[in-house]
């Protein structure tokens, strides 16, 4: 069994507005070492990789419409090293930072939060380095010309580590498998493999900066700690650290509260005998409440109606001047001669076609009414202003009337509230005078215990304060520890290290064998000369993988994905423990581009069943995930949800609320 150390997925978590879309790793608190994801296509299945490998450092996650609707941030609980961390991103726009603690989900946690930046992969405090010192790759450093000795460098990133821990869909059978569209990226995955193994050309050299790097930040971490320990002793929280005396404090606390309850009890068992005066002191006090109300709703009510009558007053005054106006200026009424200003004998009419007054031609007009439509007019006017103005004076009256009736029915309800509050006061005395000899005695006693309880919960407060302290001491001890175990192997390794090319070929003769005798396994048709050429191009009857079938390529690319991951894994070398794999059946039964030559001749079983086997012995402690549509009967025990993408079948898949 291989010591538990590098990365292993616990449970997914992705935060919605309401509620939440959780997949779980587990079997009773610990790590499934298989996992499948079974269901429908478009369900979920290859969200929920893409969402792990997201919380893990990845650019981007998944942007179905259902999770930008629903997803507000997803949470990754993982094992670092054996112990349980929280990773949570935001979903939306990519997040730029990831806040890691120590713990679980559902359980509270008084660790502090640390903000990790996703770029760059090399600055110490980047999700990356966190996660590459848990897999023993911390610090390394990676050529742009791999044979150029004067080379540029870029640090390793765990995205790049990534290849060897999750294959997509995208690149099982895929003819570029190994990036061959990609020389940099072709060049860096054997790198990357070369550094897992620790069989890089440079290593030496290699090993020697790393070891530099890590002493530095092993002094510096050291420094931290001792500053840490200084300060938590001073802060005397090394208390928090003893189980008894929290216990005791909490169960103090308990106790007082029960105090606290039981004396109230006694207390109104005691004053049992004073209902009657608690009755009448309840039944005035509300008569208080009731004719205070009244009170200030009348006066309320007389603030708000005098502005209105005085309102009504002014439109009054406002009608009887205009009623005056239309007698004195009126200029539609024509009755004297502008020019004598005598009297007309008769209003201004037309006569055979001329104005009577100015003797001018007219238009065919049967008749002037300009002095009958004036007088008309006026009155009908004079009749409008008459009627409003009698309108306004009986809703002026109304409203006197009404003012005058509240303001005298003021005097009456401030007496009523004044007699209420009175006897009110007078019912409370009472009650009190009753009451208070045998009170008195719990009051001084309920005093003593809200003493006792404000002591309790502050010795709490300070023993959660000196546990955090406790915590963050622990962390740091701890990263020192990592470090130091990590120097240690650094310089091991580099007191041991043999010839390079001699090495790696010894480790590529170990995953050649295993993807043959991974592909034997699978009843591979007609296998012969599976092997992997020294850049890592898998061969099989003499030719590159290229020239397979589709379905031939799927096989080859998961011996040559899992031939890698298991050998690493036995050997111990610095790779992170756990493997996904999306669509491991693709090109072998699914859909009309079925393979019949292969299918025929591979069963699904074997696959799942060298697995089973493989991670019970050797891979003891490993951790696969697989997403699969329709996986055997063999490993129903390992799936661990499957998306019916039915309604009446839950769950529909991942976002499970989202069935439209």
Same mark, same amino acid.
């Given at each position: 069994?291989?010591?538990?150390?590098?990365?292993?997925?616990?449970?997914?978590?992705?935060?919605?507005?309401?509620?939440?879309?959780?997949?779980?790793?587990?079997?009773?608190?610990?790590?499934?070492?298989?996992?499948?994801?079974?269901?429908?296509?478009?369900?979920?299945?290859?969200?929920?990789?893409?969402?792990?490998?997201? !919380?893990?450092?990845?650019?981007?996650?998944?942007?179905?419409?259902?999770?930008?609707?629903?997803?507000?941030?997803?949470?990754?609980?993982?094992?670092?090293?054996?112990?349980?961390?929280?990773?949570?991103?935001?979903?939306?726009?990519?997040?730029?930072?990831?806040?890691?603690?120590?713990?679980?989900?559902?359980?509270?946690?008084?660790?502090?939060?640390?903000?990790?930046?996703?770029?760059?992969?090399?600055?110490?405090?980047?999700?990356?380095?966190?996660?590459?010192?848990?897999?023993?790759?911390?610090?390394?450093?990676?050529?742009?010309?791999?044979?150029?000795?004067?080379?540029?460098?870029?640090?390793?990133?765990?995205?790049?580590?990534?290849?060897?821990?999750?294959?997509?869909?995208?690149?099982?059978? +895929?003819?570029?498998?190994?990036?061959?569209?990609?020389?940099?990226?072709?060049?860096?995955?054997?790198?990357?493999?070369?550094?897992?193994?620790?069989?890089?050309?440079?290593?030496?050299?290699?090993?020697?900066?790393?070891?530099?790097?890590?002493?530095?930040?092993?002094?510096?971490?050291?420094?931290?700690?001792?500053?840490?320990?200084?300060?938590?002793?001073?802060?005397?929280?090394?208390?928090?650290?003893?189980?008894?005396?929290?216990?005791?404090?909490?169960?103090?606390?308990?106790?007082?509260?029960?105090?606290?309850?039981?004396?109230?009890?006694?207390?109104?068992?005691?004053?049992?005998?004073?209902?009657?005066?608690?009755?009448?002191?309840?039944?005035?006090?509300?008569?208080?409440?009731?004719?205070?109300?009244?009170?200030?709703?009348?006066?309320?009510?007389?603030?708000?109606?005098?502005?209105?009558?005085?309102?009504?007053?002014?439109?009054?005054?406002?009608? !009887?001047?205009?009623?005056?106006?239309?007698?004195?200026?009126?200029?539609?009424?024509?009755?004297?001669?502008?020019?004598?200003?005598?009297?007309?004998?008769?209003?201004?009419?037309?006569? +055979?076609?001329?104005?009577?007054?100015?003797?001018?031609?007219?238009?065919?007009?049967?008749?002037?009414?300009?002095?009958?439509?004036?007088?008309?007019?006026?009155?009908?006017?004079?009749?409008?202003?008459?009627?409003?103005?009698?309108?306004?004076?009986?809703?002026?009256?109304?409203?006197?009337?009404?003012?005058?009736?509240?303001?005298?029915?003021?005097?009456?309800?401030?007496?009523?509230?004044?007699?209420?509050?009175?006897?009110?006061?007078?019912?409370?005395?009472?009650?009190?005078?009753?009451?208070?000899?045998?009170?008195?005695?719990?009051?001084?006693?309920? +005093?003593?215990?809200?003493?006792?309880?404000?002591?309790?919960?502050?010795?709490?407060?300070?023993?959660?304060?000196?546990?955090?302290?406790?915590?963050?001491?622990?962390?740091?001890?701890?990263?020192?520890?990592?470090?130091?175990?990590?120097?240690?192997?650094?310089?091991?390794?580099?007191?041991?290290? !043999?010839?390079?090319?001699?090495?790696?070929?010894?480790?590529?003769?170990?995953?050649?064998?295993?993807?043959?005798?991974?592909?034997?396994?699978?009843?591979?048709?007609?296998?012969?000369?599976?092997?992997?050429?020294?850049?890592?191009?898998?061969?099989?009857?003499?030719?590159?993988?290229?020239?397979?079938?589709?379905?031939?390529?799927?096989?080859?690319?998961?011996?040559?994905?899992?031939?890698?991951?298991?050998?690493?894994?036995?050997?111990?070398?610095?790779?992170?423990?756990?493997?996904?794999?999306?669509?491991?059946?693709?090109?072998?039964?699914?859909?009309?581009?079925?393979?019949?030559?292969?299918?025929?001749?591979?069963?699904?079983?074997?696959?799942?069943?060298?697995?089973?086997?493989?991670?019970?012995?050797?891979?003891?402690?490993?951790?696969?995930?697989?997403?699969?549509?329709?996986?055997?009967?063999?490993?129903?025990?390992?799936?661990?949800?499957?998306?019916?993408?039915?309604?009446?079948?839950?769950?529909? !898949?991942?976002? +499970?609320?989202?069935?439209?």
């Amino acid at each position: 069994m291989t010591e538990a150390h590098g990365i292993r997925v616990r449970r997914l978590r992705l935060v919605g507005i309401g509620r939440n879309y959780d997949i779980d790793f587990t079997t009773e608190g610990r790590v499934q070492d298989l996992s499948v994801i079974s269901g429908a296509f478009s369900s979920g299945k290859t969200a929920v990789l893409e969402f792990v490998a997201y !919380g893990l450092g990845a650019k981007n996650h998944p942007r179905h419409p259902e999770v930008l609707r629903k997803v507000r941030s997803a949470l990754l609980e993982v094992e670092l090293s054996g112990d349980s961390h929280i990773i949570e991103r935001a979903v939306g726009e990519p997040s730029t930072v990831a806040f890691v603690r120590r713990g679980r989900l559902d359980q509270p946690s008084f660790s502090a939060i640390d903000k990790k930046v996703i770029a760059p992969a090399g600055d110490p405090q980047s999700l990356s380095s966190l996660l590459l010192s848990h897999c023993k790759l911390e610090g390394v450093e990676l050529r742009e010309a791999p044979t150029n000795a004067e080379s540029r460098t870029d640090p390793l990133s765990i995205r790049d580590l990534m290849w060897l821990t999750f294959l997509p869909n995208e690149r099982v059978a +895929d003819k570029n498998f190994l990036f061959e569209n990609s020389p940099p990226r072709k060049h860096k995955l054997r790198q990357v493999v070369d550094v897992v193994f620790g069989v890089h050309d440079d290593r030496a050299v290699e090993l020697g900066s790393r070891i530099k790097q890590l002493e530095g930040r092993l002094n510096r971490s050291r420094a931290e700690l001792a500053a840490a320990t200084a300060f938590v002793a001073e802060q005397d929280g090394e208390t928090a650290t003893d189980p008894q005396t929290r216990l005791t404090a909490e169960r103090q606390l308990t106790a007082i509260t029960t105090q606290l309850e039981v004396l109230d009890q006694q207390a109104h068992a005691a004053t049992s005998f004073a209902e009657e005066l608690r009755q009448t002191h309840r039944r005035s006090a509300e008569e208080a409440r009731t004719t205070s109300a009244v009170l200030r709703d009348r006066e309320t009510q007389l603030a708000r109606m005098l502005p209105l009558r005085a309102q009504y007053a002014d439109d009054l005054l406002k009608l !009887g001047m205009l009623a005056q106006a239309r007698q004195l200026f009126d200029p539609l009424r024509v009755r004297t001669c502008p020019a004598c200003l005598n009297p007309l004998s008769a209003p201004p009419h037309a006569h +055979d076609g001329h104005c009577s007054m100015c003797d001018h031609d007219l238009p065919e007009t049967p008749d002037l009414t300009l002095g009958a439509a004036a007088d008309s007019s006026a009155q009908a006017e004079q009749l409008d202003v008459a009627a409003e103005i009698r309108s306004t004076k009986a809703r002026l009256k109304e409203i006197t009337t009404y003012i005058e009736e509240l303001d005298a029915s003021l005097s009456s309800a401030r007496q009523r509230a004044q007699t209420a509050s009175l006897e009110e006061q007078r019912a409370a005395k009472a009650l009190d005078e009753a009451t208070s000899p045998t009170v008195s005695t719990f009051l001084v006693a309920r +005093d003593e215990l809200h003493r006792r309880k404000e002591v309790a919960t502050r010795q709490i407060d300070q023993l959660n304060t000196a546990f955090k302290l406790q915590e963050g001491l622990a962390k740091r001890a701890g990263v020192v520890n990592r470090q130091e175990a990590n120097l240690s192997q650094l310089r091991e390794e580099l007191a041991q290290l !043999g010839d390079a090319t001699e090495d790696r070929n010894e480790v590529l003769r170990q995953i050649s064998t295993r993807f043959g005798r991974l592909l034997a396994e699978w009843h591979y048709p007609k296998l012969s000369q599976a092997h992997m050429a020294n850049d890592l191009t898998p061969f099989v009857r003499g030719e590159p993988y290229q020239v397979a079938s589709s379905g031939a390529r799927t096989l080859i690319t998961l011996a040559w994905q899992l031939a890698v991951f298991e050998t690493a894994y036995e050997s111990g070398a610095a790779h992170p423990g756990f493997l996904m794999i999306d669509s491991p059946q693709k090109n072998l039964g699914h859909g009309t581009g079925r393979d019949t030559l292969i299918a025929d001749a591979v069963s699904t079983d074997d696959f799942y069943r060298h697995l089973t086997q493989w991670l019970a012995h050797h891979g003891n402690g490993a951790q696969v995930i697989v997403a699969d549509n329709s996986p055997p009967e063999l490993i129903e025990d390992r799936v661990i949800v499957r998306f019916s993408r039915d309604e009446t079948e839950p769950p529909y !898949g991942l976002i +499970d609320d989202e069935t439209g």
